[in-house]
Structures are given as structure tokens and as C-alpha cells.
């Protein structure tokens, strides 16, 4: 899978983003802002897991679990922050988080004043 194969994805679950932004604006919790672009993504026909859990292997043993925000039609990971500002821990968050699952594109929404997306390739 090449980084371009979901680029009409990426792009819907922008505009999903920029809807429930459109609506909602700022100042609340993260997880309304999940909530709300798990119903537009829903709404749109787009398969979406919320809280997926994610597992952490170090030599062949489990050694820690997380859970992604939102994945999207099983090839996208979501991370979602509402914040000021996206800091670099918060883009390593979600490197790690496609790293432990073997996906290979995610997407870091920060619904803050504005929505800001940042797209994180990891290699294969």
C-alpha cells in the first residue's frame, strides 16, 4: 500500500472534521469532539471503531495496551486532541500507535481554534 491509496479517504475524514468543528466550534472536551466525528463519519457510510485497543509487543509478550481514538475503515488511525497547540509528544503518540499496529497512515486532529490535521506516514 502506497501513502497515496487513501487519499479519498484522508480527505472525507477531513471534511468530517471541518463539519463537527463547523458546528460544535471550540472549547470542549476531546471526547465530544470524537463522539461528534464518529457520528459524521458514521452518518457518511465510512466504517469507524472507536477506543480500538491497541496492543504492545516487546519479544513476542503483550507489555502494554492503548486505545486509538478512532480507525477508519481499518487502515487510518485517528488521534485526537483539543488543545491550543499540537506539541511533537503528541505526533510521536500516534507514530507509536501505528508502529504497534502495523497501519501505516494516521491523522493527528487538533480541534482547537481551528481544525489542524497532521499526517503521519510510518515506513513499511
Known sequence: MTRYDNSNLTEQIISCAFEVHNILGTGFLEKVYENA???ELIVRGIKTEAQKPISVV???K???EYF???VVE???II???ALDKLTDIHEIQLKNYLKATNIKLGL???FGKSVDVK???VRT
Open 58 to 60: 516487546y519479544k513476542g
Open 74 to 76: 481499518g487502515s487510518i
Open 108 to 110: 493527528l486532529i487538533n
Open 37 to 39: 466525528l464518529l457520528e
Open 62 to 64: 503483550v507489555v502494554g
Open 79 to 81: 488521534e485526537l486532541k
Open 68 to 70: 486509538a481514538d478512532l
Open 119 to 121: 499526517r503521519k506516514y
